[in-house]
């Protein structure tokens, strides 16, 4: 039967810049990784070098400093704050007793857990299996460590041992079916592209609290937890403005810094969803003093994804909590809220539509009264600003905003004055 004990866990981090501050912010970011991956982290060992040691990460001297760690704490991990080579993962593993990982794995690993479609789980595995393709080679023995807790989630350890053409198999197999969900997703696109509803898509650094958000003003309940990579698979819900008009407003996946390239491209499909939005929501936590590097990962991730021209909003969350020294960046639209505020969503949703409203016509039309279905279709398809019926001509006046290519267009244009 299997203990319920968090695993001991040693960190180790090489130093390559000067900047001490960025360095320790990715050392605590480790340490929020491994703890959502409920391990315990015993010791932390640093070393400032000009590169990465080629064959151990660390030099010499730090490896037997490792060595006497290991059996000081009795750690069964210990996790490199880097994507590590095959060799070196290989000869790290001579050196020591305990399961040797990286912050690649680790990552793959809080993913794994974290999947809840079917989508999810199998870009998981892609990822995973793509990663640990190349650090098969040789690693015989050592594979039976493999079993257990961090890292090895997804592929289990017999999928693992088996050759690598079942490995390149499944990778087809895989790709295959994702294919398959891509296409339908498409077409789902496509229906909602002719329907021509405003999209919305809420992007930032994992646990800036997009999904507390989301859940507060979307129509919605989207897992929601003070965790690393709470929310895995998009989510997409009606979100009324306060004018009644309804947007849809899809959460994504919250970005980090050094994602690893696997999960780049396998998370890529999901994240076209952002693509299709009109208005990007970049959540940022204005409580966590490294925000500036978050929104730079966030940013340069977007551009990866060629989606940098979207038009933007940023929103700087947790402002009860705000960092003393904060200064919010002055490349987009910002505004500051805390999720938890009413009043807050309240005024985040008044920016929200006026923003919406820029991206639309204004129109003044004169509705005959025995028309209810377009009058209908202009109460939840457009923006009202205004709607008096005139009794002496029995017509409805109307003003608002509309989308262009909206359905809709034709009969306002039939109708205005």
Same mark, same amino acid.
């Not at 059996?71 to 210990?78: N, V």
């Not at 407003?249 to 009109?278: H, M, N, Y």
């Given at each position: 039967?299997?203990?319920?004990?968090?695993?001991?866990?040693?960190?180790?981090?090489?130093?390559?810049?000067?900047?001490?501050?960025?360095?320790?912010?990715? %050392?605590?970011?480790?340490?929020?990784l491994?703890?959502?991956?409920?391990?315990?982290?015993?010791?932390?060992?640093?070393?400032?070098?000009?590169?990465?040691?080629?064959?151990?990460?660390?030099?010499?001297?730090?490896?037997?400093?490792l060595?006497?760690?290991?059996?000081?704490?009795?750690?069964?991990?210990?996790?490199?704050?880097?994507?590590?080579?095959?060799?070196?993962?290989?000869?790290?593993?001579?050196?020591?007793?305990?399961?040797?990982?990286?912050?690649?794995?680790?990552?793959?690993?809080?993913?794994?857990?974290?999947?809840?479609?079917?989508?999810?789980?199998?870009?998981?595995?892609?990822? *995973? !299996?793509?990663?640990?393709l190349?650090?098969?080679?040789?690693?015989?023995?050592?594979?039976?460590?493999?079993?257990?807790?961090?890292?090895?989630?997804?592929?289990g350890?017999?999928?693992?041992?088996?050759?690598?053409?079942?490995?390149?198999?499944?990778?087809?197999?895989?790709?295959?079916?994702? *294919?398959?969900?891509?296409?339908?997703?498409?077409?789902?696109?496509?229906?909602?592209k002719?329907?021509?509803?405003?999209?919305?898509? !809420?992007?930032?650094?994992?646990?800036?609290?997009?999904?507390?958000?989301?859940?507060?003003?979307?129509?919605?309940?989207?897992?929601?937890?003070?965790?690393?990579?709470?929310? %895995?698979?998009p989510?997409?819900?009606?979100?009324p403005?306060?004018?009644?008009?309804?947007?849809?407003?899809?959460?994504?996946?919250?970005?980090?810094?050094?994602?690893?390239?696997?999960?780049?491209?396998?998370?890529?499909?999901?994240?076209?969803?952002?693509?299709?939005?009109?208005?990007?929501?970049h959540?940022?936590?204005?409580?966590?003093?490294?925000?500036?590097?978050?929104?730079?990962?966030?940013?340069?991730?977007l551009?990866?994804?060629?989606?940098?021209?979207?038009?933007?909003?940023?929103?700087?969350?947790?402002?009860?909590?705000?960092?003393?020294?904060?200064?919010?960046?002055?490349?987009?639209?910002?505004?500051?809220?805390?999720?938890?505020?009413?009043?807050?969503?309240?005024?985040?949703?008044?920016?929200?539509?006026?923003?919406?409203?820029?991206?639309?016509?204004?129109?003044?039309?004169?509705?005959?009264?025995?028309?209810?279905?377009?009058?209908?279709?202009?109460?939840?398809?457009?923006?009202?600003?205004?709607?008096?019926?005139?009794?002496?001509?029995?017509?409805?006046?109307?003003?608002?905003?509309?989308?262009?290519?909206?359905?809709?267009?034709?009969?306002i244009?039939?109708?205005?004055?």
């Amino acid at each position: 039967m299997k203990k319920e004990r968090k695993e001991k866990v040693i960190l180790v981090g090489c130093q390559l810049e000067e900047d001490d501050l960025r360095f320790q912010y990715s %050392l605590t970011e480790l340490e929020e990784l491994t703890e959502t991956a409920q391990g315990q982290v015993v010791n932390v060992i640093t070393q400032k070098r000009d590169r990465v040691h080629p064959s151990t990460y660390i030099g010499k001297g730090k490896v037997e400093e490792l060595i006497l760690l290991e059996e000081q704490f009795e750690p069964d991990i210990i996790i490199f704050n880097d994507e590590l080579s095959p060799s070196q993962i290989r000869n790290l593993s001579k050196e020591v007793n305990a399961k040797v990982i990286d912050r690649t794995q680790l990552i793959l690993d809080i993913f794994a857990g974290r999947a809840r479609s079917r989508e999810g789980k199998l870009q998981v595995e892609l990822a *995973q !299996l793509q990663y640990l393709l190349p650090r098969l080679i040789g690693q015989g023995a050592s594979l039976s460590r493999l079993g257990g807790g961090i890292g090895t989630r997804g592929p289990g350890e017999t999928k693992l041992e088996s050759d690598r053409r079942h490995i390149h198999r499944r990778i087809d197999e895989i790709k295959k079916h994702l *294919q398959i969900i891509v296409d339908h997703r498409e077409r789902y696109r496509e229906r909602r592209k002719r329907n021509k509803a405003f999209q919305i898509a !809420l992007v930032g650094y994992t646990n800036a609290g997009k999904s507390t958000l989301f859940n507060r003003i979307s129509m919605a309940e989207s897992y929601e937890e003070n965790q690393l990579f709470a929310t %895995l698979d998009p989510m997409t819900r009606k979100m009324p403005l306060p004018s009644g008009y309804q947007t849809l407003l899809t959460d994504t996946v919250g970005f980090i810094q050094d994602l690893p390239t696997t999960l780049v491209a396998a998370f890529r499909s999901t994240l076209e969803e952002v693509k299709e939005a009109d208005l990007l929501l970049h959540i940022v936590d204005s409580s966590n003093p490294d925000y500036i590097q978050h929104e730079k990962t966030v940013q340069s991730l977007l551009t990866e994804l060629n989606m940098e021209g979207l038009p933007q909003l940023t929103v700087y969350n947790k402002m009860d909590a705000m960092v003393p020294d904060f200064v919010p960046s002055g490349e987009s639209d910002t505004i500051q809220i805390s999720a938890l505020n009413e009043e807050d969503r309240g005024k985040l949703l008044m920016k929200i539509e006026g923003i919406v409203k820029k991206h639309m016509i204004q129109y003044h039309v004169f509705i005959p009264a025995d028309e209810g279905k377009l009058l209908s279709q202009l109460k939840n398809d457009t923006i009202l600003t205004k709607l008096d019926f005139l009794e002496e001509r029995t017509v409805y006046e109307l003003t608002g905003f509309y989308l262009e290519d909206h359905p809709v267009a034709g009969s306002i244009k039939k109708y205005q004055r």
